[in-house]
C-alpha cells in the first residue's frame, strides 16, 4: 500500500550539477503534479501531468523539465541546478475528475539543497 | 487566474479553545476546494474537501469546514484545540486540471 513514493528523499547538489526526482505512484492516477514548498510561499505548482505523454506548465515551470513516458512515473528534472532551487519538492497523483471532486495525494517530499 | 488567500500566517489558540483558520478563494463559479494538513517532514495529508453535496463538509480529526458562496470563504474549524492539532494548514483550490494552494497556515497549540 504505498501510494506516491519519491526518490530520493535527500539529496545536495553542486550548483551547475544535473539530477532527476523520481515520483511513482500504484493508485493508476491519470494526474500528477510536481510542487516545491517554500517557507512562506506555501506550495507552488511546477509541472503537472493529465496522462501518459503529456505534460504541462504550471506556476514556476522555469529550470525544470518533467517527463511522463509511464502511467505511473513523473520524472522532474533539473539540467543546471540553482542555489533558488534549494527547496522541499513534492509529488502528487489524483484520479481524473469525473463530476466530482478528487483530491490528490502526496508522497513524502524530497529535500533538496543546491549549494 | 483562480487562488486561495489564508489569512494569517500563524494563529495561536490555547488548548481546548476554538480553532478557526480563514480561507477565502477567488472563484466565479462553485468551485473544488480542499483542507489539506502537513505535519512536520511529512507529505501532506487531505482534512477535507468541498462536494457541492453539503455547504458544511465534516472531515477527519474533528475539523469541519463551511462552504459561503456569497462570502467566496472556505473557512476551517475545530471546537476544542489538542496538542495533536499543531501543524501546517493549506487551503487549496481545483479550478481546472490543477490544484492550488495558499501560502498555509501554522498552527500553535499553547498548553
Known amino acids: 500500500n504505498a501510494g506516491v513514493t519519491q526518490t530520493p528523499k535527500f539529496r545536495v547538489l553542486k550548483t551547475g550539477q544535473s539530477m532527476t526526482l523520481l515520483c511513482a505512484q500504484d493508485?493508476?492516477?491519470?494526474?500528477m503534479y510536481w510542487y516545491r514548498q517554500d517557507p512562506g510561499m506555501g506550495l507552488r505548482l511546477i509541472h503537472y501531468s493529465v496522462g501518459e505523454g503529456t505534460t504541462a506548465k504550471g506556476e514556476v515551470p522555469d529550470g525544470y523539465n518533467v517527463s511522463r513516458l509511464k502511467k505511473q512515473n513523473f520524472l522532474l528534472g533539473l539540467e543546471s541546478a540553482a542555489p533558488s532551487q534549494t527547496s522541499v519538492y513534492f509529488c502528487?497523483?489524483?484520479?481524473?475528475?469525473?463530476?466530482?471532486?478528487?483530491?490528490?495525494?502526496f508522497g513524502q517530499g524530497t529535500r533538496l539543497t543546491v549549494v | 487566474a483562480q487562488s486561495v488567500t489564508q489569512l494569517g500566517s500563524h494563529v495561536s489558540v490555547s488548548e481546548g479553545a476554538l480553532v478557526l483558520l480563514r480561507c477565502n478563494y477567488s472563484s466565479s463559479v462553485p468551485p473544488y476546494l480542499f483542507w489539506y494538513v502537513q505535519y512536520p517532514n511529512q507529505g501532506l495529508q487531505l482534512l477535507l474537501k468541498y462536494t457541492s453535496a453539503a455547504t458544511l463538509v465534516k472531515g477527519i480529526n474533528g475539523f469541519e469546514a463551511e462552504f459561503k458562496k456569497s462570502e467566496t470563504s472556505f473557512h476551517l474549524t475545530k471546537p476544542s484545540a489538542h496538542m495533536s492539532d499543531a501543524a501546517e494548514y493549506f487551503c487549496a483550490v481545483s479550478p481546472d486540471d490543477k490544484i492550488i494552494f495558499g501560502k498555509g497556515t501554522r498552527l500553535h497549540i499553547l498548553p
Open positions: 502528487a497523483s489524483s484520479s481524473r475528475r469525473q463530476g466530482g471532486n478528487t483530491e490528490a495525494f
Open positions: 493508485m493508476n492516477h491519470e494526474y
